[in-house]
Protein backbone atom coordinates (compact mmCIF):
# COMPACT_ATOMS: atom_id res chain seq x y z
CA UNK A 1 0.00 0.00 0.00
CA UNK A 2 1.51 3.66 -0.76
CA UNK A 3 0.98 6.53 1.82
CA UNK A 4 -1.42 7.95 -0.58
CA UNK A 5 -3.72 4.96 -0.14
CA UNK A 6 -6.65 4.30 2.63
CA UNK A 7 -6.67 0.66 3.62
CA UNK A 8 -10.49 0.67 4.59
CA UNK A 9 -10.61 -2.72 5.26
CA UNK A 10 -8.30 -2.60 7.95
CA UNK A 11 -9.70 0.62 9.49
CA UNK A 12 -13.16 -1.26 9.80
CA UNK A 13 -11.57 -4.50 11.53
CA UNK A 14 -9.84 -2.35 13.95
CA UNK A 15 -13.23 0.24 14.63
CA UNK A 16 -15.50 -2.85 15.23
CA UNK A 17 -13.38 -5.42 17.16
CA UNK A 18 -12.90 -1.59 19.28
CA UNK A 19 -17.13 -0.52 19.41
CA UNK A 20 -20.45 -1.81 19.13
CA UNK A 21 -22.14 -0.90 15.85
CA UNK A 22 -25.29 0.71 15.37
CA UNK A 23 -27.07 -2.53 14.65
CA UNK A 24 -25.90 -4.62 17.79
CA UNK A 25 -26.71 -1.46 20.09
CA UNK A 26 -30.32 -1.60 17.84
CA UNK A 27 -30.68 -5.30 18.95
CA UNK A 28 -29.25 -5.30 22.11
CA UNK A 29 -31.57 -1.85 23.47
CA UNK A 30 -28.84 -0.62 24.16
CA UNK A 31 -29.25 3.80 24.34
CA UNK A 32 -27.22 5.75 21.90
CA UNK A 33 -27.32 8.84 23.73
CA UNK A 34 -26.01 7.04 27.22
CA UNK A 35 -22.83 5.69 25.11
CA UNK A 36 -21.83 8.63 23.36
CA UNK A 37 -22.19 10.17 26.99
CA UNK A 38 -20.04 7.20 28.86
CA UNK A 39 -17.36 8.24 25.93
CA UNK A 40 -18.52 5.97 23.44
CA UNK A 41 -18.65 6.06 19.49
CA UNK A 42 -21.27 5.08 17.11
CA UNK A 43 -20.32 4.22 13.38
CA UNK A 44 -21.87 3.68 10.41
CA UNK A 45 -21.17 3.13 6.94
CA UNK A 46 -22.84 2.60 4.09
CA UNK A 47 -22.55 2.86 0.14
CA UNK A 48 -25.26 4.23 -2.49
CA UNK A 49 -24.93 4.95 -6.59
CA UNK A 50 -25.65 7.72 -8.11
CA UNK A 51 -25.59 7.94 -12.30
CA UNK A 52 -23.67 4.82 -12.08
CA UNK A 53 -21.00 6.14 -9.45
CA UNK A 54 -20.51 3.96 -6.29
CA UNK A 55 -20.17 6.38 -3.34
CA UNK A 56 -19.16 4.99 -0.38
CA UNK A 57 -19.89 6.69 3.23
CA UNK A 58 -18.53 6.46 7.26
CA UNK A 59 -20.09 8.39 9.91
CA UNK A 60 -18.47 8.46 13.38
CA UNK A 61 -20.43 9.70 15.85
CA UNK A 62 -18.13 10.80 19.17
CA UNK A 63 -19.52 12.67 22.13
CA UNK A 64 -19.66 16.16 20.57
CA UNK A 65 -18.01 15.71 17.14
CA UNK A 66 -18.94 13.52 13.74
CA UNK A 67 -16.57 12.39 11.72
CA UNK A 68 -17.32 11.77 8.05
CA UNK A 69 -15.80 10.36 4.85
CA UNK A 70 -17.50 10.23 1.72
CA UNK A 71 -15.05 8.02 -1.12
CA UNK A 72 -15.92 7.84 -4.62
CA UNK A 73 -15.00 4.51 -6.68
CA UNK A 74 -12.36 4.33 -4.02
CA UNK A 75 -10.77 4.03 -0.45
CA UNK A 76 -8.60 6.99 -0.35
CA UNK A 77 -9.05 9.24 2.48
CA UNK A 78 -8.86 12.39 -0.01
CA UNK A 79 -9.18 15.97 1.56
CA UNK A 80 -9.63 16.53 5.42
CA UNK A 81 -11.43 19.38 6.35
CA UNK A 82 -12.19 20.28 10.13
CA UNK A 83 -15.42 23.13 10.59
CA UNK A 84 -17.30 24.13 13.76
CA UNK A 85 -19.32 26.56 14.55
CA UNK A 86 -17.87 30.26 15.86
CA UNK A 87 -19.39 33.26 17.89
CA UNK A 88 -20.44 35.82 18.39
CA UNK A 89 -22.72 35.58 15.22
CA UNK A 90 -23.15 31.99 14.77
CA UNK A 91 -21.47 31.12 11.87
CA UNK A 92 -19.06 27.99 10.65
CA UNK A 93 -15.25 28.15 10.21
CA UNK A 94 -13.69 25.79 8.35
CA UNK A 95 -10.35 24.74 7.23
CA UNK A 96 -8.43 22.49 5.47
CA UNK A 97 -6.31 19.76 7.23
CA UNK A 98 -4.99 17.86 4.35
CA UNK A 99 -4.91 18.16 0.57
CA UNK A 100 -4.43 22.58 0.15
CA UNK A 101 -6.93 25.01 -0.20
CA UNK A 102 -7.06 25.06 -4.03
CA UNK A 103 -9.92 22.36 -4.12
CA UNK A 104 -12.84 23.13 -2.29
CA UNK A 105 -14.45 19.91 -3.02
CA UNK A 106 -15.76 19.09 0.42
CA UNK A 107 -15.95 22.23 2.42
CA UNK A 108 -18.74 23.39 1.94
CA UNK A 109 -20.86 20.06 2.58
CA UNK A 110 -18.48 20.23 5.73
CA UNK A 111 -19.62 23.77 5.92
CA UNK A 112 -23.43 22.88 5.70
CA UNK A 113 -23.34 19.64 8.24
CA UNK A 114 -22.21 21.98 10.89
CA UNK A 115 -25.47 24.42 10.72
CA UNK A 116 -27.39 21.02 10.20
CA UNK A 117 -26.04 19.41 13.18
CA UNK A 118 -24.49 21.97 15.49
CA UNK A 119 -21.48 20.12 15.76
CA UNK A 120 -17.96 19.68 15.48
CA UNK A 121 -17.34 18.26 11.77
CA UNK A 122 -14.21 16.66 10.64
CA UNK A 123 -14.69 16.00 7.12
CA UNK A 124 -12.60 13.59 4.74
CA UNK A 125 -13.81 13.85 0.94
CA UNK A 126 -12.97 11.77 -1.85
CA UNK A 127 -14.92 13.38 -4.61
CA UNK A 128 -13.77 14.31 -7.99
CA UNK A 129 -12.64 18.01 -8.97
CA UNK A 130 -15.92 20.06 -11.02
CA UNK A 131 -18.43 17.57 -9.88
CA UNK A 132 -21.18 19.73 -8.43
CA UNK A 133 -23.75 16.90 -9.42
CA UNK A 134 -21.95 14.50 -7.52
CA UNK A 135 -20.75 16.60 -4.84
CA UNK A 136 -24.52 17.50 -4.08
CA UNK A 137 -26.19 14.19 -4.76
CA UNK A 138 -23.50 12.76 -2.10
CA UNK A 139 -24.38 15.70 0.42
CA UNK A 140 -28.26 14.62 0.24
CA UNK A 141 -27.53 10.99 1.01
CA UNK A 142 -25.19 11.86 4.05
CA UNK A 143 -27.83 14.72 4.97
CA UNK A 144 -30.44 12.20 4.78
CA UNK A 145 -28.80 9.18 6.38
CA UNK A 146 -28.33 11.78 9.31
CA UNK A 147 -31.67 12.80 10.03
CA UNK A 148 -32.33 9.43 9.96
CA UNK A 149 -30.06 8.77 13.12
CA UNK A 150 -31.21 11.78 14.66
CA UNK A 151 -27.50 13.51 14.84
CA UNK A 152 -29.36 16.89 13.48
CA UNK A 153 -31.06 19.33 15.46
CA UNK A 154 -34.94 20.79 14.76
CA UNK A 155 -34.71 23.49 11.77
CA UNK A 156 -35.97 25.71 14.90
CA UNK A 157 -32.29 25.52 16.58
CA UNK A 158 -30.56 26.09 13.03
CA UNK A 159 -28.13 29.14 13.04
CA UNK A 160 -28.93 31.98 11.31
CA UNK A 161 -26.77 33.22 9.12
Known sequence: MTSGEFDADA???ALSSAQISEEKQQQSGLNHKDDLEDGGVLITCFSDVFNDVALHFQILRLPKQIYVWIGCNSAKL???YAAAPTRPKDTVS???ILGGASDNTGSGIARRL???TGLNIVMACNIPKNSP???AAAEKIL???????GYTRP????MSL
Open 114 to 116: VLK
Open 143 to 149: IQKLIHL
Open 94 to 96: VTS
Open 11 to 13: LKE
Open 133 to 135: MLE
Open 155 to 158: KAEG
Open 78 to 80: GRL
